[in-house]
């Protein structure tokens, strides 16, 4: 949801220098959207630039370790309806927009992600992994260390994933400088170390200079190839 003005609100929740309180859900337009989804693996993630500078960006899943378990044609179908909320009402009676309903695709965070320039039209870079809800984050942390930070793609990707849900914070202690956790701690933010979340990240970035910078991954299996012109 990109409105200027709603951008604007949920930066304004965001404090700098000390903890604050875990931000509140924004107020989009439309019923609540409890979540009430299962979570488990089975997703993977591409991103592809060919000669002619055509890009693609895409995330495919079929949501749990082998879908709904019946192949058909040499590959599983998913098990995609379980993103939608198990309860189509919440306590109080009102409907949850993730219900399930004829013709509506479920809740996802899937964000497969091709940045452009300011002029709307020359691809910058492209991005996106697996990971549930994770997503979002692995995502974030990759754009703001190659577009912010100017790191190499591939240093981007291994820079500790940290996910934030509410006040549980997860953090890949093991890749993290001692001197940054002990600051967020300091900061009053409760962080917890897990080995977990191993992310999947594919990418890569335009510098500009006529050269393809990509990287993959390390805590999983994907790798990036330079094919032939």
Same mark, same amino acid.
């Given at each position: 949801y990109l409105d200027? *003005?709603?951008?604007?609100?949920?930066?304004?929740?965001?404090?700098? *220098?000390t903890a *604050?309180?875990?931000?509140k859900p924004g107020a989009l337009p439309g019923a609540k959207g409890a979540d009430k989804t299962l979570e488990p693996g089975g997703t993977t993630h591409f991103v592809i630039r060919d000669t002619w500078g055509n890009v693609a960006s895409m995330t495919t899943t079929v949501e749990s370790f082998f879908g709904t378990g019946r192949m058909v044609g040499g590959f599983f179908l998913n098990?995609? $309806?379980t993103d939608f909320s198990f309860s189509p009402t919440q306590p109080d009676g009102q409907p949850v927009a993730n219900a399930v309903a004829g013709g509506k695709h479920p809740r996802s965070s899937m964000a497969p992600v091709i940045v452009f320039a300011r002029d709307g039209k020359t691809v910058v870079a492209a991005i996106g992994s697996p990971g549930g809800s994770s997503i979002l984050c692995y995502n974030l942390k990759t754009l703001i *260390?190659? $577009?912010?930070?100017k790191l190499p793609m591939q240093e981007a990707i291994n820079l500790p994933n940290v996910v934030a849900r509410g006040d549980q914070i997860r953090v890949e202690q093991a890749r993290m400088e001692p001197a940054v956790w002990d600051g967020l701690v300091q900061m009053g933010y409760k962080l917890t170390a897990v080995t977990g979340e191993e992310s999947g990240l594919n990418g890569f970035i335009l510098p500009g200079d006529g050269t393809v910078n990509g990287g993959s991954d390390p805590r999983r299996e994907g790798v990036f190839i330079r094919g032939s012109q």
């Amino acid at each position: 949801y990109l409105d200027d *003005g709603y951008a604007s609100a949920r930066a304004a929740t965001v404090t700098i *220098g000390t903890a *604050g309180p875990a931000p509140k859900p924004g107020a989009l337009p439309g019923a609540k959207g409890a979540d009430k989804t299962l979570e488990p693996g089975g997703t993977t993630h591409f991103v592809i630039r060919d000669t002619w500078g055509n890009v693609a960006s895409m995330t495919t899943t079929v949501e749990s370790f082998f879908g709904t378990g019946r192949m058909v044609g040499g590959f599983f179908l998913n098990n995609q $309806l379980t993103d939608f909320s198990f309860s189509p009402t919440q306590p109080d009676g009102q409907p949850v927009a993730n219900a399930v309903a004829g013709g509506k695709h479920p809740r996802s965070s899937m964000a497969p992600v091709i940045v452009f320039a300011r002029d709307g039209k020359t691809v910058v870079a492209a991005i996106g992994s697996p990971g549930g809800s994770s997503i979002l984050c692995y995502n974030l942390k990759t754009l703001i *260390g190659v $577009l912010d930070w100017k790191l190499p793609m591939q240093e981007a990707i291994n820079l500790p994933n940290v996910v934030a849900r509410g006040d549980q914070i997860r953090v890949e202690q093991a890749r993290m400088e001692p001197a940054v956790w002990d600051g967020l701690v300091q900061m009053g933010y409760k962080l917890t170390a897990v080995t977990g979340e191993e992310s999947g990240l594919n990418g890569f970035i335009l510098p500009g200079d006529g050269t393809v910078n990509g990287g993959s991954d390390p805590r999983r299996e994907g790798v990036f190839i330079r094919g032939s012109q």
